[in-house]
């Protein structure tokens, strides 16, 4: 008979939780809870007293914490005495559970299993976090709160430069610990980086809208744009310059580089002056720029 079977009769699995035989459901899950808690390998590095005692009460829990499992394991402990103890009669005891669960002819009973079998892994998780636009650009390390089966846990995350919203990182081994020494699971982040109110992005790169004036397309000028990390910069626009012209300002994007958008900037209202500024300007043009359209 595999080790597993004989657990059940020469382990008080209620003991090991610390719960009275009759405890109900919720004071078994809430004991298991308290106990992994505290004995989580997270919470105890390199204490192998703690691992194995985190076990213990994994396997534990695994059965008595189990509705059809639990009522098994009372009627195999109380049937445990009619068969004159484990040195003598185990093979019939065997047949005997086999019979009591429907089974003829020996083997495991259900909910018997080998250690191999019983092992499994942790579930994985997921959490959603919020990033800053700064700090998706640039990368950060944080703490994700977790609130699982196991108890409310801190994970340290480093998030590497450049997420975008929707990715997910994985952080193996993060997740849920396994049963019986089975591996954990591991835990995936998945990122909403949140709008900026002046940068976008573009892959690697930052990109930029900068209002200019009539006279700085035609003419040309020096202007100053601000970056997100080095402060403001100066950039030529030469003269000319249609609406919609896009320079790349290398290295001045994070980890890639600033797309700077010229967009010329029409008043919305003009003083006399000005007005006349502009009809001596567009009388002095004799060339269409529709000249291409054939009309």
Same mark, same amino acid.
């Given at each position: 008979?595999?080790?597993?079977?004989?657990?059940? $009769?020469?382990?008080?699995?209620?003991?090991?939780?610390?719960?009275?035989?009759?405890?109900?459901?919720?004071?078994?899950?809430? +004991?298991?809870?308290?106990?992994?808690?505290?004995?989580?390998?997270?919470?105890?590095?390199?204490?192998?007293?703690?691992? /194995?005692?985190?076990?213990?009460?994994?396997?534990?829990?695994?059965?008595?914490?189990? /509705?059809?499992?639990?009522?098994?394991?009372?009627?195999?402990?109380?049937?445990?005495?009619?068969?004159?103890? $484990?040195?003598?009669?185990?093979?019939?005891?065997?047949?005997?559970?086999?019979?009591?669960?429907?089974?003829?002819?020996?083997?495991?009973?259900?909910?018997?299993?080998?250690?191999?079998?019983?092992?499994?892994?942790?579930?994985?998780?997921?959490?959603?976090?919020?990033?800053?636009?700064?700090?998706?650009?640039?990368?950060? /390390?944080?703490?994700?709160?977790?609130?699982?089966?196991?108890?409310?846990?801190?994970?340290?995350?480093?998030?590497?430069?450049?997420?975008?919203?929707?990715?997910?990182?994985?952080?193996?081994?993060?997740?849920?610990?396994?049963?019986?020494?089975?591996?954990?699971?591991?835990?995936?982040?998945?990122?909403?980086?949140?709008?900026?109110?002046?940068?976008?992005?573009?892959?690697?790169?930052?990109?930029?809208?900068?209002?200019?004036?009539?006279?700085?397309?035609?003419?040309?000028?020096?202007?100053?744009?601000?970056?997100?990390?080095?402060?403001?910069?100066?950039?030529?626009?030469?003269?000319?310059?249609?609406?919609?012209?896009?320079?790349?300002?290398?290295?001045?994007?994070?980890?890639?580089?600033?797309?700077?958008? +010229?967009?010329?900037?029409?008043?919305? +209202?003009?003083?006399?002056?000005?007005?006349?500024?502009?009809?001596?300007?567009?009388?002095?043009?004799?060339?269409?720029?529709?000249?291409?359209?054939?009309?």
């Amino acid at each position: 008979m595999a080790e597993p079977q004989r657990e059940w $009769f020469e382990k008080d699995f209620y003991k090991v939780l610390g719960v009275a035989e009759n405890a109900s459901d919720k004071d078994i899950t809430r +004991a298991y809870r308290k106990l992994a808690r505290e004995l989580h390998p997270d919470k105890n590095p390199g204490d192998t007293a703690a691992e /194995e005692r985190f076990k213990e009460v994994s396997a534990a829990y695994d059965v008595v914490g189990d /509705e059809e499992k639990r009522k098994r394991y009372d009627e195999a402990r109380r049937l445990g005495p009619m068969a004159g103890g $484990f040195n003598v009669g185990f093979d019939d005891l065997s047949d005997l559970l086999g019979g009591f669960f429907g089974r003829g002819g020996g083997g495991n009973p259900p909910g018997f299993r080998s250690a191999q079998q019983r092992s499994q892994r942790g579930d994985d998780l997921e959490a959603d976090l919020a990033l800053d636009f700064e700090d998706a650009v640039n990368g950060i /390390e944080t703490t994700i709160h977790l609130n699982g089966g196991e108890g409310p846990r801190d994970i340290k995350a480093r998030i590497p430069a450049g997420v975008t919203t929707g990715k997910k990182i994985r952080l193996k081994g993060r997740g849920s610990p396994g049963r019986l020494g089975g591996p954990p699971g591991d835990l995936f982040i998945k990122v909403t980086v949140r709008d900026h109110h002046l940068f976008g992005r573009a892959g690697n790169d930052l990109t930029l809208d900068v209002p200019i004036t009539f006279a700085e397309a035609t003419l040309g000028a020096d202007i100053s744009v601000p970056t997100l990390d080095a402060g403001p910069v100066k950039m030529r626009i030469p003269p000319g310059t249609s609406s919609g012209k896009t320079f790349r300002l290398r290295g001045k994007g994070g980890s890639g580089d600033l797309l700077v958008t +010229a967009v010329v900037a029409v008043p919305e +209202a003009l003083s006399e002056e000005q007005k006349a500024a502009v009809e001596a300007f567009a009388a002095a043009s004799d060339v269409s720029p529709r000249t291409h359209l054939g009309v």
